[in-house]
């Protein structure tokens, strides 16, 4: 993973500007934390946020994208599209981590900050 991209998601993760949510990369104001990555770039890869409704509220697709990591986000960022971290219990999508309640943003910027 590029360097500078991880150190401003993992700062950004820990920044407290995010409430975390669950399975979208937004919706309303929560992001799950593969969204606060596409915040991060959204500049930098001419993306934004557009809002969407469902039966839920409103969620937001980026570049087309509303559950997983954008492929213009990922190669930008030189990850995986569905990027694992090892755990104690194996090596686990980072979207199912951050889905679960186990793990905080704080959590999560440990092991991106560990690992990637």
Do not use: H
Not at 9 to 15: F, N, P
Not at 85 to 112: H, P
């Amino acid at each position: 993973m590029n360097k500078e991209i991880k150190a401003r998601w993992v700062e950004a993760l820990r920044s407290g500007n995010y409430e975390q949510g669950r399975y979208n990369l937004r919706r309303d104001d929560q992001f799950c934390c593969l969204g606060v990555l596409c915040d991060v770039v959204k500049d930098e890869v001419g993306c934004n946020w557009l809002p969407a409704q469902d039966s839920y509220g409103t969620f937001y697709r980026f570049d087309e994208a509303d559950e997983v990591l954008p492929k213009v986000v990922a190669e930008y960022a030189d990850l995986q599209l569905s990027p694992r971290l090892k755990t104690s219990k194996g090596e686990v999508e980072i979207t199912i981590l951050n889905d679960s309640v186990e793990y905080s943003f704080e959590q999560l910027a440990d092991l991106i900050e560990e690992q990637f």
